[in-house]
């Protein structure tokens, strides 16, 4: 199974930007869709971004809709979340998140991941 492993969390003020990454060891990345999400303390793991196996799809969170960008690198074993604009209400930990690329289940929800890992802390200042 594929382990996976994000960086690039850190505290940013708003407006500003960040660079996540998620890298994937064990299994090669292009047996998998990825996903980013996100979980604020006392709220539920959310959406944040998606993206196929073959980068030919990428799907959002309306909230980040042309402030963030997901991309991925299977040569590389990488996906990457490019944070720009941040907001307050993004603070939160960021998951990067792996299924299989033949499961059809939805892209939006946090069941469909299999493999998750351990998440890496935004926090955006005022």
């Known amino acids: 199974q594929v382990q996976l492993e994000e960086s690039g969390g850190g505290l940013v003020q708003a407006g500003g930007s960040l660079s996540l990454s998620c890298a994937a060891s064990g299994r090669a990345l292009s047996r998998y869709a990825m996903g980013w999400f996100c979980q604020a303390p006392g709220k539920e793991r959310e959406f944040v971004a998606a993206?196929?196996?073959?980068?030919?799809?990428?799907y959002y969170a309306d909230s980040v809709k042309g402030r963030f960008t997901i991309s991925r690198d299977n040569a590389k074993n990488t996906v990457t979340l490019q944070m720009n604009s941040l907001r307050l209400e993004d603070t939160a930990v960021y998951y990067c998140?792996?299924?299989?690329?033949?499961?059809?289940?939805?892209?939006?929800?946090?069941?469909?991941?299999?493999?998750w890992g351990q998440g890496t802390q935004v926090t955006v200042s005022s």
């Open positions: 998140a792996g299924k299989d690329r033949a499961y059809s289940g939805s892209y939006y929800v946090p069941d469909s991941y299999v493999y």
């Open positions: 993206i196929s196996w073959s980068s030919g799809s990428t």
